[in-house]
């Protein structure tokens, strides 16, 4: 009797002991199992087809229905246009219930792409994947009721907003970044009346959570005060959330929005709106987007200029020179070797060096300003003959320094002597202020018939292949109006009013709105 009950004794162990063996191998075995199936999909990700069929075929025809899925993505790996035997993975993942597996069918259904259209059978599986939380199933449902398109897979008779609104709201709680934007366009335009409050709230969720074209939307919004109130500083922040995530390349995002958000934050600066008001800082950052990046910001440049809201030595002007150098840093060259003194000059960018320099300090691109440092450039920039547009520019700004006493002492003497010589160089900007001091007796005697000579070169319009230096393609809308003003009031010899009004409205077809006023009296 106790040999029995010592016998059941070690059968119960070693029942126990082959149960924990069973359970152990099952365990590695899965570990196992999911370890292939990462790997795979790892591989997938990394156009490497072969290694990824490697580790998924033996799953995929053990059953599993996730390897199932992934083999038809090996399939269209291998060949893209190969979709008949992709569909076949894709359905046997589908009827083993894997969710993507089950859209991925039914849009190949709808589509056609594996066979003849089949729009009832299409919706069934999009049904099937999004009853089991798919947000991307449930976003295919919500387009596909509010769709205008004859062929989709709901009947016309069956579309409804209320349908859609649904489930696009199921799809955004599953992954707002990915469609709370699209929920949040419902809310704003696809019904009536529309839910500005409620819209807003939605992107600025999708936007927190990093979806670029909800940023955008929200942007607006501040700026409009549209579904909440108006805040300048929350557009500016939101601007800059953008931009920064633009030129990281961190998430997709549309050009149109990131060209705007960088004119933003450079003319909020500009402006004080929303930030601290620093106009040079502004400036600088709208000539460098002017350069053929932003034409918001090249408009704006010309704008500003043409009716004397920004200092015309700054502005239209000598953002010349920066737009072939933002032009030309495309092609590789940083600002670190521009503003390096002991760097050799660029084989890209023919222009003299020392006029780079002085920017790099006049503006404190990558340290803090140093007006002395940028003078003691441009001057040298002004001596070199053999790059007249790099010297005439470098001498308009020493003028402008002179003239204003900015980093060196006043001296409208020597201003006039700086603009002089690039007014020769025929600089337009330089003509015009030579000409204004010659009218009135700054820095020189006082001169009508000389000023109204160089306001006249500065005024003349950009003749290609004669013409070096950028110049105005219609002319200086300034000097033209200074020309104007002359003539009516007999500066520089006797009245002329015909010529006056000619003169005034060259300059008002540009948008000056001096001349409008002249014209108007």
């Known amino acids: 009797m106790r040999h029995l009950k010592k016998g059941k004794g070690l059968n119960k162990v070693a029942c126990q002991i082959f149960l924990i063996v069973v359970c152990l191998a099952c365990s590695l075995g899965a570990i196992v199992y999911a370890q292939d199936l990462q790997a795979g999909r790892d591989a997938l990700k990394a156009r490497d087809c072969k290694t990824a069929e490697t580790n998924l075929l033996p799953l995929a025809e053990a059953g599993n229905a996730e390897a199932q899925y992934y083999m038809g993505r090996v399939v269209a790996c291998f060949d893209h246009n190969a979709r008949a035997k992709a569909f076949t ?17 039914g849009q190949n259904l709808q589509g056609g792409y594996a066979g003849p259209k089949d729009p009832e059978k299409a919706r069934m599986w999009v049904e099937k994947a999004a009853g089991q ?22 009947p016309e008779t069956e579309r409804d907003t209320t349908k859609a609104l649904e489930w696009m709201t199921r799809a955004a709680d599953h992954n707002m970044r990915s469609y709370g934007y699209f929920l949040a366009q419902i809310y704003e335009t696809g019904i009536s009346p529309p839910d500005y409050a409620k819209a807003f709230q939605l992107y600025l969720q999708a936007a927190e959570q990093g979806a670029q074209q909800s940023k955008c939307k929200v942007v607006e919004f501040y700026t409009e005060g549209k579904g909440t109130l108006a805040n300048a500083t929350q557009a500016f922040y939101w601007n800059k959330s953008i931009v920064k995530a633009g030129r990281e390349d961190k998430y997709p995002f549309s050009w149109g929005c990131l060209q705007k958000a960088e004119f933003e934050v450079a003319r909020a600066i500009y402006e004080g709106k929303g930030t601290p008001k ?45 737009r072939v150098m933002y032009r030309d840093l495309y092609g590789g060259y940083k600002f670190e070797n521009l503003c ?175 001349a409008k006023e002249a014209l108007g009296r």
């Not at 704008?303 to 700054?314: E, F, K, T, V």
């Not at 600089?427 to 001169?447: C, D, H, I, K, P």
């Open 340 to 514: 390096d003194e002991s760097s050799p000059p660029s084989r890209k960018i023919s222009t003299d060096k020392n006029y780079f320099l002085g920017i790099c300090y006049e503006y404190g691109i990558v340290a803090n300003p140093d007006i002395e440092k940028a003078i003691e450039f441009y001057s040298r920039a002004a001596k070199n003959a053999a790059d007249k547009e790099s010297a005439a520019v470098a001498q308009k700004k020493l003028g402008d320094f002179y003239l204003n006493g900015e980093g060196v002492k006043k001296d409208t003497s020597e201003a006039f002597s700086w603009y002089s010589q690039a007014a020769e160089y025929d600089f337009y900007l330089a003509q015009y202020a030579a000409g204004t001091m010659l009218e009135v007796g700054m820095g020189v005697s006082r001169n009508s018939q000389a000023a109204l000579d160089w306001y006249q070169k500065a005024a003349r319009p950009f003749e290609k292949g004669k013409d070096k230096l950028l110049r105005p393609k219609k002319g200086y809308a300034r000097a033209q109006y200074a020309l104007g003003r002359l003539y009516e009031q007999g500066g520089g010899g006797p009245k002329d009013g015909t010529r006056a009004r000619e003169w005034y409205q060259k300059a008002a077809d540009q948008g000056f709105a001096l």
């Open 278 to 322: 620093n106009e040079k800082e502004g400036f600088f950052q709208l000539v460098m987007l002017a350069g053929g990046r932003s034409p918001l910001a090249e408009t704006w440049i010309e704008n500003q200029a043409l009716n004397q809201d920004i200092d015309p030595g700054l502005g239209f002007a000598a953002s010349w020179k920066l």
């Open 133 to 154: 939380g798919l947000a991307s199933a449930e976003f295919e449902l919500a387009l596909a009721y509010k769709s205008k398109r004859p062929d989709g897979f709901i």
């Open 89 to 105: 993975w894709y359905l046997q993942a589908a009827e083993n219930g894997f969710a993507e597996a089950q859209l991925a069918v």
